[in-house]
Every structure is written in structure tokens, then in C-alpha cells.
């Protein structure tokens, strides 16, 4: 496709229970960013991946919180043992030039 | 660490108004980029402009353009013409150099746009 695509677009779960959201970035986008939107709060930014470079892990709230990115595209976050204030939009986004951020839909997630 | 502070938690226009959005940041880098994003109940963040801070002239893109007061670290969005497709959550960002040397953008808290007919 031709955007940044994300799924689920909605995920409810239990909590306790471990959750994976999915973000495939623009062909040919070299960073992924994720970021977190609670409840009439702005964009929390979570970790960056560039190319092959170690992660910028530096916005994760807990470790509870996992990222990979595989073969420089497609990335997974993960929620472990999630909590119900873990309740948010979870956005993606990639560039390829850096400050032209290309965004997702976002998945939802709603921990019971 | 740098802030982006948006004072209007709402904001309200007439179809065919005019309305302008206040941002306002802290950052202390010298080169830097300023955007606004609006965010449709589709929840996709759209792109509306971009302002690159060594540049003096203010952006602007079709019915959008941008106030940008550097000194005062200010950043407004104007709308003219206002229509009902503009009404979103607008928010105003900045990049900040993280500590890898990348760009990461940080976000104020949003503005939400009501455009009534």
C-alpha cells in the first residue's frame, strides 16, 4: 500500500493479558516512530527505529512495553500483562528524511 | 526537555470564517521544524504545514498558513475559509535532536475544531 498501515484497528482485551499491535511503514521509510495517544492527551512519543541503529527504547512507560522491527519494515509492539490505564491509541509513523512524519490510522486498545 | 503548550482545548468557527490556533514552544535548538497536524475522527494524523524555523517567511498552504514568531517561540495556524471538513483535532508540534541525532517530533496537547454551518 501506499500509506503507513496498522492492525489491528481496534483490540479489546483483558487485563493481565498480552496484546501485539502491528505497523507496516511506507516502502522504503528508513525510521518508524510509535507513539501513544490517551484520552484528550497529545501524541507520547514510545521508541524510534532507524535503519539497523539500536532503538531509542528512551519513551517506553514500563517494561512491561517491547518493540521489534524485523528486516528494517514491518514492527510489532507489545504490551505485556496489560493494565487498564494502558487504554489508548497506539500510532505509528515513518520518514524517510526525518522530519516528515508519515502517520497511520492507529489501533485502539481497550483493556477491560 | 522541550514542550509544546497548545492554550485552546477548543475552539470554535462559521462555515466561511476565518480562526486562528495558538501553539507556542520551548526549545533550545538552534535549527528546527514546526508543524501542524490535524487528526479527523478517522484518528490518521494529516499533515497541514510546515515551517522550517531558520526560514523567515511564514508557511502557507492554500486556505492555511502559519504565524511564526520566533522570538517569541510562537507558532498560530490560521484557517480562512473555514469549511466542515476542516473540523478535527489540530495539534501543533516541534523536533527536538534526540540523543541518537535523530528528529523526534513532540507534540502539544491538541485543539479541537468545531465548524458549524
Known amino acids: 500500500g501506499a500509506g503507513v498501515s496498522q492492525s489491528p484497528s481496534n483490540k479489546v482485551t483483558e487485563k493481565g493479558k498480552d496484546v501485539e499491535l502491528r505497523c507496516d511503514p511506507i516502502s522504503g521509510h528508513t525510521a518508524l516512530y510509535w507513539y501513544r495517544q490517551s484520552l484528550g492527551q497529545g501524541l507520547e512519543f514510545l521508541i524510534y527505529f532507524q535503519g539497523n541503529s539500536a532503538p531509542d527504547k528512551s519513551g517506553l512507560p514500563s517494561d512491561r512495553f517491547s518493540a521489534e522491527r524485523t528486516g528494517g519494515s514491518v514492527s510489532t509492539l507489545t504490551i505485556q500483562r496489560t493494565q487498564q490505564e494502558d487504554s489508548a491509541v497506539y500510532l505509528c509513523?515513518?520518514?524517510?528524511?526525518?522530519?516528515?512524519?508519515?502517520f497511520g490510522s492507529g489501533t485502539q486498545l481497550s483493556v477491560l | 526537555a522541550q514542550t509544546v503548550t497548545q492554550s485552546q482545548p477548543e475552539m470554535s468557527v462559521q462555515e466561511a470564517e476565518t480562526v486562528t490556533l495558538s501553539c507556542t514552544y520551548d526549545t533550545s535548538e538552534s535549527d528546527y521544524y514546526l508543524f501542524w497536524y490535524k487528526q479527523p475522527p478517522s484518528r490518521q494524523m494529516i499533515l497541514v504545514i510546515r515551517?522550517?524555523?531558520?526560514?523567515?517567511q511564514n508557511a502557507t498552504e492554500n486556505r492555511f498558513s502559519v504565524n511564526f514568531q520566533k522570538a517569541a517561540k510562537s507558532f498560530s495556524l490560521k484557517i480562512s475559509d473555514s469549511q466542515l471538513g476542516d473540523a478535527a483535532m489540530y495539534f501543533c508540534a516541534s523536533t527536538e535532536v534526540a540523543s541518537g541525532g535523530y528528529n523526534k517530533l513532540i507534540f502539544g496537547a491538541g485543539t479541537r475544531l468545531a465548524v458549524h454551518p
Open positions: 509513523a515513518s520518514s524517510f528524511l526525518g522530519e516528515k512524519l508519515f
Open positions: 515551517q522550517e524555523a531558520y526560514k523567515q
